[in-house]
């Protein structure tokens, strides 16, 4: 089974930068499209961005395109999000997954989570 441990997260201020972190366990996480979801207190976990396997493709949901940045590192089993511009609404808990599509733009991910990681973006 893949563990999946999220960090990176804490409280920023609207403009500023953070970069999440996924160390994913397992021998498969160099042939999985991994992503990071999101949720908001109140609302259900939403997709944020997708990477392919090799990373060459990327997918965002359209209120962080041109914000962050999804990459990966198979070398190290790790997944990343960085972030930039970030607003209050980016406020939630940042989960990492493997989507059991295998396709960057249908972003359904398995049902196994890690414990997430929390970003609280002030104004």
């Known amino acids: 089974q893949v563990q999946l441990v999220e960090s990176g997260g804490g409280l920023v201020q609207a403009g500023g930068s953070l970069r999440l972190s996924c160390a994913a366990s397992?021998?498969?996480?160099?042939?999985?499209?991994m992503g990071w979801f999101r949720q908001a207190p109140g609302k259900e976990r939403e997709f944020v961005a997708t990477?392919?396997?090799?990373?060459?493709?990327?997918y965002y949901t359209d209120s962080v395109k041109g914000r962050f940045t999804i990459s990966r590192d198979n070398a190290k089993n790790t997944v990343y999000l960085q972030m930039n511009s970030l607003k209050p609404e980016d406020t939630a808990v940042y989960f990492c997954?493997?989507?059991?599509?295998?396709?960057?733009?249908?972003?359904?991910?398995?049902?196994?989570w890690g414990q997430g990681t929390q970003v609280t973006v002030s104004s």
């Open positions: 397992g021998r498969t996480f160099s042939s999985a499209v």
């Open positions: 997954n493997a989507l059991k599509t295998g396709i960057v733009t249908l972003p359904i991910p398995y049902d196994v």
């Open positions: 990477i392919s396997a090799s990373g060459y493709s990327t």
